[in-house]
């Protein structure tokens, strides 16, 4: 696609549900992250995925995040049983080259709020 | 430890009137720097790079920003502000694909 597609752009949740959040990155980058922003704070790394490699999960808060990469182009972040301070916007970036910090790409994110 | 430091955390400015958004970077070897911008309910946007081609480096809208080692700075100006400048701007290191460190932004107000 032109852009980083993100889906979807706004989720309202009940505590305690379960919630998926879309990313469709550029055709052709080998490159995925997701990061967190939350209100009045910078953006904090979720996770990372380059081609087939296994993914750098250490930025994942707890074992209640998830997130996947099918065929090396869609993902999708989940969270298990949601609570309040998972409210933020989750921002979905790729980006082409492999290796060196290369610009990356941002959708407009997902706003999550967490009732 | 490798990071970004963005001095103010907000700047507002008289549209017409220079910007100056400081950002300071550690890092034990030259890091690739980046500015983003981000508008309301966007997602950020490339301004400028720099990956040790050239200190000062030209991006969009109007903005640069210069490289200076010695003072392990580099600060993103632009000469007079445009209302539509008003937004949140990101400083950006990086060492490697996986290896990004993010400044908490700077938000720019403009004043009509």
């Known amino acids: 696609g032109a852009g980083v597609s993100q889906s979807p752009s706004n989720k309202v949740t009940e505590k305690g549900k379960d919630v998926e959040l879309r990313c469709d990155p550029i055709?052709?980058?080998?490159?995925l992250y997701w990061y967190r922003q939350s209100l009045g704070q910078g953006l904090e790394f979720l996770i990372y995925?380059?081609?087939?490699?296994?993914?750098?999960k250490s930025g994942l808060p707890s074992d209640r995040f998830s997130a996947e990469r099918t065929g090396g182009s869609v993902s999708t972040l989940t969270i298990q049983r949601t609570q309040q301070e998972d409210s933020a916007v989750y921002l979905c970036a790729s980006s082409l080259l492999a290796s060196g910090a290369n610009v990356l790409t941002f959708g407009a994110g997902s706003r999550l709020t967490v009732l | 430890a490798q990071s970004v430091t963005q001095l103010d955390s907000h700047v507002s400015v008289s549209e017409g009137t220079p910007v100056l958004l400081r950002c300071n970077y550690s890092?034990?070897?030259?890091?690739?720097l980046f500015w983003y911008v981000q508008h309301p309910n966007k997602g950020l946007q490339l301004l400028l790079k720099y990956t040790s081609a050239a200190t000062l480096v030209k991006g969009i809208n109007g903005f640069e920003a210069e490289f200076k080692k010695s003072e392990t700075s580099f600060h993103l100006t632009k000469p007079s502000a445009h209302m539509s400048d008003a937004a949140e701007y990101f400083c950006v290191g990086g060492t490697g694909a996986n290896n990004l460190f993010f400044g908490t932004g700077t938000r720019l107000t403009v004043i009509p």
């Open positions: 995925f380059q081609g087939n490699s296994a993914p750098d």
């Open positions: 055709s052709g980058h080998t490159a």
């Open positions: 890092s034990s070897y030259s890091p690739s």
